[in-house]
């Protein structure tokens, strides 16, 4: 996708492609878009940017959407992808999968109201949420929970 020809009106999330459920605003003022994704969350990606991941290593591309989707899902903040986009990505690669359990219950008590809800987890769309690369990677995290009956 050519960057300078990107219309908001055709938004495709220019990271993972993916157009459903995808939104996209000019940012005011700067060289940039503001973009909502469902696996990258909402971010801002400047057109230099968007040129630099075009060819970036598919799996690492995979853990810049935990730096994303993190930020915006819980520190509630949207981010700037930053044009050494490689540095904040490699930081979700190299989680422990300690750590990553811990995401997975911070998740859940972030979407539960109360003791015992059932909380929805769509692992397709919620693993950037705790640095795996897909689906599986993340109800790998979900079964280690129930079996240790910490959820249901
Ligand atoms: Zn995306």
């Excluded at 300690?98 to 692992?123: C, F, M, T, W």
Aim: with cysteine; charged share 25%.
């Amino acid at each position: 996708m050519d960057p300078y020809k990107m219309q908001p009106e055709d938004p495709m999330c220019p990271i993972c492609k993916r157009n459903q459920g995808t939104s996209v605003e000019v940012v005011p003022g700067r060289d940039a878009f503001e973009y909502s994704c469902e696996l990258y969350g909402q971010y801002r990606i400047s057109r230099l940017t968007i040129l630099n991941v075009k060819h970036g290593d598919p799996t690492l591309l995979k853990h810049l959407s935990a730096y994303t989707r993190q930020k915006w899902v819980l520190d509630e903040t949207v981010v700037t992808v930053p044009e050494s986009w490689e540095e904040v990505a490699v930081i979700s690669r190299d989680t422990t999968m300690h750590q990553r359990a811990e995401k997975l219950l911070k998740v859940i008590a972030r979407r539960s109201n109360q003791p015992g809800d059932e909380v929805p987890i769509y692992p397709d769309l919620d693993y950037p949420l705790v640095d795996v690369r897909d689906g599986s990677g993340l109800s790998y995290f979900l079964a280690y929970w129930r079996d240790s009956g910490a959820s249901n």
